[in-house]
């Protein structure tokens, strides 16, 4: 996913637009950011109150997409780390699944490693170890990721 400041909605008409209502439940705020299968937004469900990311697929989605999409939030919300984002809900606006995740505040390694360059080698071992816990959980539920890579791994500021 690359950063807001290099993004612009795309112009898929599908997708709904900033305070847009989805499905009942979600006022659509800011591109969070554009990945090979879609957009990730940010919204709040409207009932509670919190903050959530709606990750929408893009583009022609047949059965193969849907299902494929389908299987990846079934998995995502069976796995229990805090290493991996947690999948909340799952529906369809306009012909588009789409998945809510958990927000977190931070940013992609890959962004992380344009600003600051090399790392330091505790650091970066610390980050590697933190993914390999997250990789782990999911293998434990026999998922494997297949897209392991800079942009796919989030360096989330916690409050503690």
Do not use: W
Request: glycine share 10%.
């Amino acid at each position: 996913m690359g950063t807001t400041e290099d993004l612009e909605l795309p112009t898929d008409e599908r997708f709904p637009r900033e305070g847009e209502i989805v499905d009942g439940k979600y006022r659509v705020g800011t591109l969070l950011g554009r990945g090979g299968m879609g957009i990730v937004l940010r919204a709040t469900h409207v009932e509670l109150g919190t903050r959530v990311a709606l990750k929408l697929v893009g583009g022609s989605v047949d059965e193969v997409a849907r299902a494929r999409f389908a299987r990846e939030a079934r998995a995502a919300a069976q796995v229990e780390s805090d290493h991996v984002a947690r999948v909340l809900d799952t529906g369809t606006f306009r012909d588009l699944p789409y998945m809510i995740l958990e927000l977190l505040d931070g940013r992609d390694l890959k962004r992380e490693l344009e600003v600051r360059g090399t790392l330091p080698l505790v650091e970066a071992a610390d980050l590697a170890i933190e993914a390999c816990h997250g990789l782990a959980a999911a293998h434990a539920r026999g998922i494997v990721h297949r897209d392991v890579k800079t942009s796919n791994l989030f360096l989330a500021r916690r409050p503690a």
